[in-house]
């Protein structure tokens, strides 16, 4: 990283379960001193980070701490006042946000953003659409004009997401969780490097997040690096390998999970006395 | 030839003609663009058309091919300089395309003929052309609602922001919807002037939005099958309404009324909604009758169990 980082880190002995992350092994992002200011609202305000292939990160942080502004920055959806992101390597600060996701990075979003005269297969078999790593022989023409092929990548993102039996639903009639879970299948079948979920087991049950946390935890190989945003604190736990903590736009620490929940200056600015005396 | 045919031939050309301006209006809002530049190219087609025929003697197919394409052109011009703007300033901007096309219309010298127009467009455009184009025209439109195309369509239309972190280059897509609405409208004007053989100022502009757009209201305004029950219904209409003489406007604002209100997705919209309620109402009944059959999930709470009955008890909520 190239600017000092005021962040404390942590000791890292790699991920807390599962493959140790590559090292040396480079960064498949990269944030170097990112701000996001609306007016005079430091949404991020000097953010630098990498994001390892291999490795399920976390951001934790109280509401408003910029989260979701950081997302946004990094897909190119939220625009930079200053910084730079680079993606393997290469920068992309300027880059539109289509020409960004078409690198293979791929988010959900705060609030279940379904298409709504869709079925759940037609919404997951948009982010498919997307796809331009696929090998092999395309589906011939008039298939894929009569809309007609259904991507082999659909299929395995509905097993992953436990959707079996949903296909011809529409939006509207399935529970929130559920609809949540079409998004997270929606953003697997393009099949991601990045994949930044904005809080993705809001409004689920303990089970239904236990297995997202199982589901995201066996997407964990082939190189996609990950990126949750969770309240969920046990969840983060349990399931990240790498968290950063902000508050105010800023980082406050980093590194393992356990050692930044009870890091002090996450006691203060997050969770208060509680976790500390939980744990 | 049925004699029907040939004593309402008028109104079949009618029909086509605004069944293409329909589609020059729609095909942009499928995009969640608010352009109604495709009324202008349609008046833009018009003269063309008259133009190519009348000092360029050309024959009908290449009026109408070169006439598509320009307008095509010029309509993406349009798109490129409002592709900033959105919603209500953007129809705007599009309604003053259409006022302009009008102006130039009456002050474009021989050219446009001023106030009287142009007339005795006479050429070798047959029916069988009309058929063919209107075909060829809904046909690749129809294929724009389906598959990878017709979803990011919707994608572009109903999240922007999500389309693009799917990948899709919103402003490209917006920008095409303009160009094909162009198109669209311009073969449409200049089939009209084909069939017609006379232009005149007062044929373009302004109400050309308000049919176009009672078309789309009624009919529906997401698929192409909307356009097509809104162009007939708005075309044979009038003609049966000519009976009631001249309580026939107000009959026709009043169904256009209606419509608007308890149809915001168009009698189109009603049939989907209907289609739609029905599977869901059969899933239902495929569901009690197999939650009848099986023993219910005991309360030790079998979670491979109750994961397989998931989809049936959210089909119950
Ligand atoms: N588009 C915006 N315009 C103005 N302020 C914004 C905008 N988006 C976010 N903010 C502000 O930026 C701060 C960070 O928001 P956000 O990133 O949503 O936080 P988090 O996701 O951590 O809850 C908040 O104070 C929020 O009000
Ligand atoms: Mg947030």
Redesign the pocket.
């Known amino acids: 990283m190239s600017t000092p980082n005021t962040a404390e880190t942590l000791p890292t002995t790699g991920p807390a379960g599962g493959a140790p992350a590559s090292p040396g092994g480079v960064a498949v992002l990269e944030c170097d001193d990112v701000c996001v200011h609306?007016?005079g609202?430091k949404?991020?305000d000097g953010i630098s980070l990498q994001l390892l292939p291999d490795t399920i990160h976390g951001i934790i942080?109280?509401?408003?701490?910029?989260?979701?502004?950081?997302i946004?920055a990094i897909t190119r959806l939220?625009k930079l006042t200053s910084g730079r992101l680079l993606f393997d390597g290469e920068e992309y600060q300027s880059s539109p946000a289509s020409v960004v996701a078409r690198k293979r990075v791929a988010r959900t979003f705060?609030t279940v953003r379904l298409l709504p005269d869709l079925t759940v297969l037609e919404n997951i078999q948009l982010g498919a659409d997307g796809r331009t790593h696929d090998e092999g022989p395309r589906p011939n023409l008039l298939k894929r004009l009569l809309g007609k092929q259904i991507s082999p990548a659909v299929g395995e993102a509905i097993e992953r997401t436990n959707l079996q039996g949903f296909e011809s639903f529409y939006p509207s009639e399935l529970s929130y969780g559920t609809q949540r879970r079409v998004e997270i299948a929606r953003a697997i079948s393009t099949g991601p490097r990045l994949l930044l979920l904005?809080e993705p087991t809001a409004g689920m049950n303990q089970t239904e997040r236990a297995e997202i946390s199982a589901l995201l935890q066996s997407l964990r190989t082939g190189g996609l690096s990950q990126l949750l945003?969770e309240h969920d604190v046990q969840m983060m736990i349990d399931t990240c390998d790498h968290v950063f903590a902000?508050n105010f736009?800023k980082l406050i620490a980093e590194g393992r999970p356990k050692d930044v929940v009870q890091s002090p200056q996450v006691q203060e600015a997050y969770l208060g006395r509680k976790w500390r005396d939980h744990a | 030839m049925s004699s029907f045919y040939l004593t309402n031939l008028v109104l079949v050309q009618a029909t086509i003609t605004g069944l293409l301006l329909a589609l020059s209006i729609q095909v942009p809002i499928r995009m969640g663009v608010f352009s109604f530049a495709g009324a202008g190219a349609y008046g833009f087609g018009c003269y063309a058309g008259a133009i190519l025929v009348l000092d360029y003697q050309m024959a009908a197919v290449p009026t109408i091919v070169i006439t598509g394409l320009l307008a095509g052109l010029v309509v993406l011009v349009v798109g490129l300089l409002i592709a900033k703007l959105n919603g209500l300033y953007l129809a705007m901007a599009t309604v003053a395309f259409c006022l302009i096309i009008s102006v130039v219309a009456i002050n474009g010298g021989e050219l446009t003929g001023g106030s009287t127009g142009r007339y005795g467009v006479i050429s070798d455009f047959t029916m069988g052309h009309m058929f063919a184009i209107g075909a060829i025209a809904l046909v690749l439109v129809a294929l724009s609602e389906r598959g990878k195309l017709g979803r990011r369509v919707d994608a572009v239309r109903e999240d922007p922001e999500l389309a693009a972190s799917m990948g899709i280059n919103v402003r490209r897509y917006r920008l095409v919807a303009f160009a094909v609405s162009g198109v669209l409208g311009g073969v449409a004007g200049a089939m009209n002037i084909l069939v017609r053989s006379a232009v005149s100022p007062l044929d373009i502009g302004f109400p050309l939005i308000v049919l176009a757009l009672t078309m789309i209201i009624v009919g529906g305004s997401l698929s192409w099958k909307g356009a097509v029950i809104g162009a007939l219904i708005f075309t044979w209409l009038p003609d049966l309404l000519a009976v009631v003489g001249e309580w026939q406007e107000l009959i026709y604002g009043i169904i256009v009324a209606i419509a608007a209100v308890l149809l915001p997705r168009g009698l189109y919209g009603v049939y989907v909604d209907t289609k739609r309620s029905v599977l869901r109402r059969r899933r239902q009944e495929a569901t009690d009758k197999a939650t009848a059959q099986t023993p219910p999930p005991t309360s030790t709470g079998d979670t491979t169990d109750i994961d397989r009955l998931a989809p049936e008890m959210e089909a119950q909520r």
């Open positions: 609306f007016g609202v949404a991020v942080g109280p509401n408003g701490s910029g989260k979701s502004t950081l946004g939220t705060q904005d945003v902000m736009g």
